[in-house]
């Protein structure tokens, strides 16, 4: 079966600390995973996406194919991080996306 | 450009009422999707659109359908609602199903008493 999984609901760190959200997944195919992202009173919004190897607001993901997971992360959380995170699985075309959970990240000073 | 705008942004429905929510893509985006969003199941696909065709479905009941239109706009329709119903409803545009971003409107809250 399909699935996401975020095992942190909640994840409380101090400004300057490293940042870890973790993402499985579930999968038979070849995955395409994304990290969404929703700031207080926002929309939801497109973080990063695997394939594009790229890093936002100083977040990184890695598709890690042995260990199925998608980990984000970030070396030093500012406050304005604080928002719910959502690590998303892309089947069957990437307009119907698997969510996880998501984690809320709180980042205090 | 204008975001995905959605619309009601808040409904209150009693057991067994209908309802059609809408969804106006961002202009130029032919894809819309819509999602269920509620504390117990988090968020959900329900099903997406291209081009007025449906192309993926969730695994909803039969109650749960949704349409688009020749400009791209979209409506999903609940009938004989539920209280289990209750939830944020979701519509995401994109320029077509091969492009991997999808861009959320507000949502409509939906309420079943």
């Known amino acids: 079966a399909q699935r996401v999984t975020q095992p942190e609901k909640l994840l409380s760190v101090f400004k300057g600390a490293p940042v870890e959200l973790k993402c499985n997944y579930s999968?038979?195919?070849?995955?395409?995973l994304f990290w969404y992202v929703q700031y207080s009173r926002q929309r939801l919004q497109l973080l990063l996406r695997?394939?594009s190897r790229e890093s936002i607001k100083g977040f990184t993901a890695d598709l890690n194919k042995g260990e199925t997971s998608f980990h984000l992360k970030k070396p030093f959380a500012q406050e304005e991080d604080s928002a719910m995170y959502y690590c998303?699985?892309?089947?069957?075309?990437?307009?119907?996306?698997?969510f996880g959970a998501g984690t809320r990240l709180a980042v205090h000073p | 450009k204008a975001g995905v705008t959605q619309t009601p942004r808040y409904l209150i429905k009693t057991r067994g009422q209908q309802v059609t929510l809408s969804c106006s893509p961002i202009?130029?985006?032919?894809?819309v999707s819509w999602y269920q969003q509620t504390p117990g199941q988090g968020l959900q696909f329900l099903f997406e659109?291209?081009?007025?065709?449906?192309?993926n479905k969730g695994n909803f009941p039969g109650r749960f359908s949704g349409r688009q239109f020749s400009n791209s706009r979209s409506e999903m329709n609940v009938s004989t609602l539920e209280l289990g119903d209750s939830a944020l409803y979701l519509c995401?545009?994109?320029?077509?199903?091969?492009?991997?971003?999808?861009?959320f409107g507000p949502g409509t809250r939906l309420t079943v008493l």
């Open positions: 998303a699985l892309s089947t069957g075309g990437y307009n119907k996306l698997i």
């Open positions: 999968y038979s195919g070849s995955p395409e």
């Open positions: 695997h394939i």
């Open positions: 202009s130029g985006h032919r894809s």
């Open positions: 659109y291209f081009s007025e065709t449906q192309r």
């Open positions: 995401a545009s994109n320029l077509s199903p091969f492009y991997n971003e999808q861009f």
